[in-house]
Nanobody
């Protein structure tokens, strides 16, 4: 079984920064792509950023230039550094990971989410 646990959310003022962390654990053979998505009230969940096992990254237009995704493969951890935060970044942020286990083909696992609120 695979567990995905996010941390680091909270309340921050506009223009501030937060760093989200996500640890993936369990009986895994390999972690492929890891990513962050978000869901604002009344909106659909959307991709924020993702990173492959080799370090290639992909960002939503809204995140480019302000957010940085990184990962520590030795710790099975992915990070999202968020700078210059705006009120429209307020959302629940979800981590996901594409994981290969002994049970079968790779599939995505999701965390429970961490709330980020940007407000003065």
């Amino acid at each position: 079984q695979v567990q995905v646990v996010e941390s680091g959310g909270g309340l921050v003022q506009p223009g501030g920064s937060l760093r989200l962390s996500c640890v993936v654990s369990g009986r895994m053979l390999r972690i492929n792509t890891m990513g962050w998505h978000r869901q604002a009230p009344g909106k659909q969940r959307e991709l924020v950023a993702e990173i492959t096992s080799g370090g290639d990254t992909n960002y939503a237009d809204s995140a480019k230039g302000r957010f940085t995704i990184s990962r520590d493969n030795a710790k099975n951890t992915v990070y999202l550094q968020m700078n210059a935060l705006k009120p429209e970044d307020t959302a629940v942020y979800y981590c996901n990971a594409n994981v290969r286990t002994v049970l079968g083909p790779s599939r995505y696992y999701w965390g429970q989410g961490t709330m980020v609120t940007v407000s003065s």
